[in-house]
């Protein structure tokens, strides 16, 4: 069955540092989504994104936050620089339509 | 006000027990999914129904959905310690590109 699969599966970053996270949607699938999940808490919408724009974004979604499609295949969602609080598991997700979500198994990042 | 709230936040039941959750939410919805999480791992899609539809099955799982009083349960018949683990409603909203809004979530323990 296809994967949506992320990388790294952990990440620990200095405060300040710059991180960019990885995402290989599945081939097919044309929305793309970045989720976010602080420990203990539910899971946050970040941002959509379809034919090679942002389609919604939420208020987590500031300008530390980027994503980009750099070739047909990977999907990257860029922290410029990070602070404590963006420490949380972040799970990318693409769909072929509307309905159909497949989420990655997730990047745990740590900021310290 | 939240949307997909869940209840309750935490069942403890005995193996071949039935488990029943319960979802809220407070807007007009395309679907509603089930999805399930075992302790910092990823999100496992169980069942989407859309909001033209009653009740869906699938397996030991069997979910409702109430458009009227904007609410769903999820149903996990002769449960099984394997079935511990977190269970989140989401929410794809009308129109939009089909972001989804997360409940807090259920924690189930089954014990053998």
Known sequence: ?112 | SQQGEEDPQALSIQEGENATMNCSYKTSINNLQWYRQNSGRGLVHLILIRSNEREKHSGRLRVTLDTSKKSSSLLITASRAADTASYFCATALSGGYNKLIFGAGTRLAVHP
């Open chain 1, 1 to 112: 069955e296809p994967e949506v699969t992320q990388t790294p599966s952990h990440q620990v970053t200095q405060m300040g540092q710059e991180v960019i996270l990885r995402c290989v949607p599945i081939s097919n699938h044309l929305y793309f989504y970045w989720y976010r999940q602080i420990l203990g808490q539910k899971v946050e919408f970040l941002v959509s994104f379809y034919n090679n724009e942002i389609s919604e974004k939420s208020e987590i979604f500031d300008d530390q936050f980027s994503v980009e499609r750099p070739d047909g295949s990977n999907f990257t969602l860029k922290i410029r620089s990070t602070k404590l609080e963006d420490s949380a598991m972040y799970f990318c997700a693409s769909t072929p339509s509307v309905v159909g979500y497949t989420f990655g198994s997730g990047t745990r990042l740590t900021v310290v």
